[in-house]
Nanobody, 127 residues
C-alpha cells in the first residue's frame, strides 16, 4: 500500500522561507515522477513543481526563481524549498506521485493526472 505524507508547512511572514518534505512508502521512489501542487480556498488546485525520474524539473510561472524542487532517492523523500514567500502562496500544499518509464520520464507541472496523493500541509504567508 502506497502512503504519501507531507510535512513542513506553517505560518511565515512575507519574504520568509519554508521547506516542505514529502515521504513516499510502498513504491519504488526512483520509478516515479513526483510533484507539488497547491489549492487555496475558493480556487482550483494548481501545479507548483514537478521532477521526473531523470531529474528534469518543471515549475509554475508564479514560483519560478523562488521555489526549488528536489529529491533524495535514498530516503524516498521529496522537498520543496520555498523562498521569498508571498501572501498569494498561501494554500494547502499536496505531494503526488506518478509512475514513469525511461521512455516517458517526465510529467509537466500542468498535467493534473497523478496516481497517488498525500493529505496536504498548510502554508500560510502573512503580509
Amino acid at each position: 500500500q502506497v502512503h504519501v505524507v507531507e510535512s513542513g508547512g506553517g505560518l511565515v511572514q512575507a519574504g520568509g522561507s519554508l521547506r516542505l518534505s514529502c515521504t513516499a512508502s510502498g513504491l519504488i521512489f526512483h520509478d516515479y515522477a513526483m510533484g507539488w501542487f497547491r489549492q487555496a480556498p475558493g480556487k482550483e488546485r494548481e501545479g507548483v513543481a514537478t521532477i521526473g525520474i531523470h531529474g528534469r524539473t518543471s515549475y509554475a510561472d508564479s514560483v519560478k526563481g523562488r521555489f526549488t524542487i528536489s529529491q533524495d532517492n535514498a530516503v524516498n523523500t521529496l522537498y520543496l524549498q520555498m523562498n521569498s514567500l508571498k501572501p498569494e502562496d498561501t494554500a494547502m500544499y499536496y505531494c503526488a506521485a506518478r509512475r514513469c518509464t525511461w521512455s516517458s520520464p517526465y510529467v509537466s507541472v500542468s498535467d493534473p493526472n497523478w496516481r497517488y496523493w498525500g493529505q496536504g500541509t498548510q502554508v500560510t504567508v502573512s503580509s
